[in-house]
């Protein structure tokens, strides 16, 4: 499984950028996918997952703001992100997990397959 993300980039505070991860290799549906994001000097935490039945789950600072949704067609995952906050700047990237089903959980080594990821960088 290869995933490739894109769509990173600089935005005003207020703005909004769609990130999107291709997923080759297998079926994105056949697993529960995610967006994550590493500032530096921190850890990399979880942003938002879905599942193979298309539930999500939202961390807490981005609730209301972020959407992330699936097209099974084109095999991509996208993180529609608004009203974006220079606290979210950080590099996004977008994991797979085998199995199809989060079971609710955002935790990075639970995830088996990882993107090079994308760069958001938003300014005041």
């Known amino acids: 499984v290869q995933l490739v993300e894109s769509g990173g980039g600089s935005v005003q505070a207020g703005g909004s950028l769609t990130l999107s991860c291709a997923v080759s290799?297998?079926?994105?549906?056949?697993?529960?996918m995610g967006w994550f994001r590493q500032a530096p000097g921190k850890e990399r935490e979880g942003v938002t997952i879905?599942?193979?039945?298309?539930?999500?789950l939202y961390a807490n600072p981005v609730k209301g703001r972020f959407t992330i949704a699936q097209d099974v067609a084109k095999n991509t995952v996208y993180l529609q992100m608004n009203s974006l906050k220079p606290e979210d700047t950080a590099m996004y990237y977008c994991?797979?997990?085998?199995?199809?089903?989060?079971?609710?959980?955002?935790?990075?080594?639970?995830?088996?397959?990882w993107g090079q990821g994308t760069q958001v960088t938003v300014s005041t």
């Open positions: 290799g297998y079926p994105s549906s056949s697993y529960c």
């Open positions: 994991a797979a997990r085998s199995g199809g089903w989060c079971y609710g959980s955002m935790s990075p080594g639970l995830f088996d397959y």
């Open positions: 879905i599942n193979a039945a298309g539930n999500t």
